[in-house]
């Protein structure tokens, strides 16, 4: 049985079932309204449904990001394989050294697109929901790639790991 005495603040009880609690890792990016790349990476994107395609993520209001993703019309999300560490590791970092590599390209609508990414979406952002320090944004899928194939790269208890031999 759960003892829920043991984590009463909700705070914590939130970080510690989502440290047990495996995400996905992509990076979304954009241009700031000087159309300079802006990006972030995210264990928060997901589906939000095929029909019609839809995808979603949260950014915090305080973000570098916010502002350029806030007032963003398209967005271009990535979703990342193993080989893509160091890429999910600089996206989350310093941001003004996000994109000093050569390692990405202009795609449509003139979105930032990392090419080593194991697939991108270009999407069209629908709504903005702020809610409290943070926002959800949900968009409309407009067009897609796929990359290399990888193994995905996971967020866990508070780092990147690999996944491991499938299930039957």
């Known amino acids: 049985m759960f003892d829920f005495s043991a984590n009463a603040d909700a705070t914590d009880a ?15 990016t954009t241009n700031d309204d000087q159309g300079n790349p802006v990006g972030f990476t995210a264990t928060s994107m997901t589906s939000l449904g095929a029909t019609p395609p839809l995808v979603m993520f949260s950014v915090a209001r305080g973000a570098s990001s916010w502002t350029a993703i806030s007032n963003a019309e398209y967005i271009a999300i990535h979703t990342l394989g193993e080989a893509n560490l160091e890429l999910a590791q600089r996206m989350a970092a310093d941001h003004t050294k996000r994109f000093t590599t050569e390692d990405w390209s202009r795609g449509p609508h003139g979105m930032p697109v990392f090419e080593a990414a194991t697939s991108v979406l270009i999407c069209k952002v629908r709504q903005v929901i702020n809610i409290e320090n943070n926002a959800v944004v949900v968009s409309d899928v407009i067009a897609g790639a796929e990359g290399q194939q990888d193994e995905a790269l996971l967020y866990y208890q508070r780092s990147y790991r690999q996944t491991g031999a499938a299930l039957s």
Do not use: D, E, K
């Open 14 to 28: 939130l970080r510690a079932s989502f440290r047990r609690h495996a995400s996905g890792v992509a990076v979304i």
